[in-house]
């Protein structure tokens, strides 16, 4: 007789840019520090990187019981076939109520393709770890915990790209000095967030190496951002926590 192993939950991480050699040496890859961050105990967890075009069976979407988009070197508002492609599975996610979290690029591509406007941000690169204002006056949501959640949560953030207006019936959750739409949702089973909750200061530190190698930004700005920085920490275990409650539908 054959055994059919069961899992508690099944998530495909739709991943957009391709593994830094850094994240490959620590981390063994983006799928890792995804899956570590957001995926618990007997899960399963398929990766599809879309930045190749590969992607989850249209026929096999109601499978899942989520979807996580990552970052990207993409412009979220860009006409690539995968990124056209990702928005037309985003829209027929949305249409089935499937939950969805979008991270940064995610956060970005989500918006676009549900109806909203992406684009430059108007003051430039926002680089380092940054304070995020949970709205006052939301509707009661179980996945924020408001009870036991600070007004104000730390994230790493690396974007040159924002959300401009987001899509009609969604809510901004948060926002902070730099960015109007740090956070926002559609009821219960989308929710985009511009920062990076997966990250550590290492891996932002990487970052900001990368940017300066690749002349993105200069080497005295990218030292002063590290020096800046040093003794900051985001506050990865509550956004943890809010990625986790929402993807489980807690």
């Not at 928005?87 to 969805?100: H, I, N, R, W, Y």
């Not at 009821?187 to 940017?211: M, N, V």
Request: net charge negative; aromatic share 12%.
């Amino acid at each position: 007789m054959r055994l059919i192993k069961s899992y508690r939950g099944r998530y495909a991480l739709l991943q957009a840019v391709k593994d830094s050699d850094y994240v490959k040496k620590v981390y063994g890859g983006y799928y890792n520090l995804y899956k570590e961050a957001f995926g618990e105990e007997g899960e399963r967890w398929d990766l599809f990187k879309v930045y190749e075009g590969e992607f989850p069976d249209f026929n096999e979407l109601h499978k899942y019981d989520g979807f996580v988009i990552t970052g990207s070197i993409s412009d979220a508002h860009g006409n690539d076939y995968w990124i056209l492609k990702l928005c037309f599975m985003l829209q027929t996610l949305d249409a089935m109520e499937k939950k969805v979290l979008g991270v940064c690029f995610g956060h970005q591509v989500l918006c676009r393709a549900l109806g909203g406007r992406v684009g430059r941000s108007k003051t430039g690169w926002d680089i380092g770890i940054r304070q995020v204002n949970f709205a006052k006056d939301l509707a009661p949501c179980s996945y924020l915990e408001r009870h036991e959640m600070p007004a104000t949560l730390s994230i790493v953030e690396v974007h040159q790209d924002e959300v401009y207006e987001i899509p009609l019936g969604a809510e901004v959750i948060a926002s902070s000095d730099k960015t109007g739409v740090e956070v926002f949702a559609i009821a219960d089973h989308i929710l985009g967030i511009q920062g990076h909750p997966e990250y550590t200061k290492d891996t932002l530190f990487d970052l900001i190496d990368r940017l300066v190698n690749m002349n993105a930004i200069k080497k005295g700005y990218g030292e002063d951002l590290k020096f800046r920085f040093e003794l900051a920490e985001p506050d990865n275990k509550c956004w943890e926590r809010i990625c986790r409650n929402f993807l489980k539908g807690k």
